[in-house]
């Protein structure tokens, strides 16, 4: 294995890299944490093929710096399971109200609280695994609600829609025309969802990021730009789960 270090430029931005190369890796792969941007290839990748890779993940390797970065300078303290403890639901701080009843009873949101009932209220594991599950549900009746809007005010058939979990997307559409949206977007306020859920059935008109395409997202969102840095500072906290 040979490391070396280089920089590129993205939007304007030099963003310096360790390349790391290894005859045994058959993948590509890239990683951000408080070292900077770090790149894996096999040694048989060609080394002009770089930049260009890059370039095509431009997006993502943005995002991960700029939340890197906002959780360095906040230093926000990981979701503690536990009564009274805070949960974001749709931009509103929802305190957890644990009682004592059946694994089964669904948690329900009692004014500022979300009660959640379990045999133990005590196991951190079963509430978060509970809470979790439930707030999945949630995103799911959610954005298939507002992409069935979206779609009929783009004259598009409602495309079909799955969870993601991803660690650095909030949504996507692949060529067969399916939307995912990241469940943890369920904690945001209803505008940021209604920015990315804008933002991924605009790619049903336009698989690119042109001119056109944002001319589609702003059809359904015309503040999506405001809304789409609110999204960037928000990622975080959102991620906390």
Same mark, same amino acid.
């Given at each position: 294995? =040979?490391?070396?270090?280089?920089?590129?430029?993205?939007?304007?931005?030099? +963003?310096?890299?360790?390349? @790391?190369?290894?005859?045994?890796?058959?993948?590509?792969?890239?990683?951000?944490?408080?070292?900077?941007?770090?790149?894996?290839?096999?040694?048989?990748?060609?080394?002009?093929?770089?930049?260009?890779?890059?370039?095509? /993940? &431009?997006?993502?390797?943005?995002?991960?710096?700029?939340?890197? &970065?906002?959780?360095?300078?906040?230093?926000?303290?990981?979701?503690?399971?536990?009564?009274?403890?805070?949960?974001?639901?749709?931009?509103?701080?929802?305190?957890?109200? %644990? @009682? +004592?009843?059946?694994?089964?009873?669904?948690?329900?949101?009692?004014?500022?609280?979300?009660?959640?009932?379990?045999?133990?209220? =005590?196991? =951190?594991?079963?509430?978060?695994?509970?809470?979790? !599950?439930?707030?999945?549900?949630?995103?799911?009746?959610?954005?298939?609600?507002?992409?069935?809007?979206? #779609? #009929?005010?783009?004259?598009?058939?409602?495309?079909?829609?799955?969870?993601?979990?991803?660690?650095?997307?909030?949504?996507?559409?692949? =060529?067969?025309?399916?939307?995912?949206?990241?469940?943890?977007?369920?904690?945001?306020?209803?505008?940021?969802?209604?920015?990315?859920?804008?933002?991924? %059935?605009? /790619?049903?008109?336009?698989?690119? /990021?042109?001119?056109?395409?944002?001319?589609?997202? &702003?059809?359904?969102?015309?503040?999506?730009?405001? /809304?789409?840095?609110?999204?960037?500072?928000?990622?975080? !906290?959102?991620?906390?789960?």
């Amino acid at each position: 294995m =040979s490391d070396s270090q280089h920089s590129i430029t993205i939007a304007n931005r030099e +963003i310096p890299y360790m390349l @790391k190369v290894s005859a045994r890796r058959r993948t590509i792969g890239m990683r951000v944490d408080r070292n900077g941007l770090t790149v894996h290839i096999p040694s048989r990748m060609p080394r002009r093929e770089i930049p260009a890779m890059l370039l095509k /993940h &431009a997006d993502w390797i943005e995002n991960k710096l700029d939340q890197l &970065a906002t959780r360095l300078d906040t230093d926000l303290p990981e979701m503690q399971w536990k009564q009274g403890e805070g949960l974001n639901y749709l931009g509103r701080e929802l305190k957890l109200e %644990l @009682k +004592i009843g059946g694994l089964r009873s669904l948690p329900v949101v009692n004014g500022d609280a979300l009660r959640v009932c379990l045999p133990d209220p =005590s196991n =951190s594991v079963a509430l978060k695994r509970k809470v979790l !599950s439930w707030l999945r549900a949630q995103a799911l009746e959610d954005f298939t609600r507002r992409i069935a809007i979206g #779609a #009929a005010q783009l004259g598009v058939k409602t495309p079909p829609i799955k969870l993601s979990s991803a660690n650095t997307r909030w949504g996507s559409c692949n =060529s067969k025309g399916e939307i995912r949206l990241n469940w943890r977007l369920i904690q945001a306020p209803p505008h940021i969802i209604h920015y990315v859920v804008a933002h991924e %059935l605009a /790619h049903l008109k336009e698989m690119n /990021h042109s001119a056109q395409f944002w001319a589609w997202v &702003a059809k359904l969102c015309p503040d999506y730009s405001a /809304h789409r840095r609110t999204l960037k500072a928000l990622s975080p !906290s959102l991620h906390l789960l």
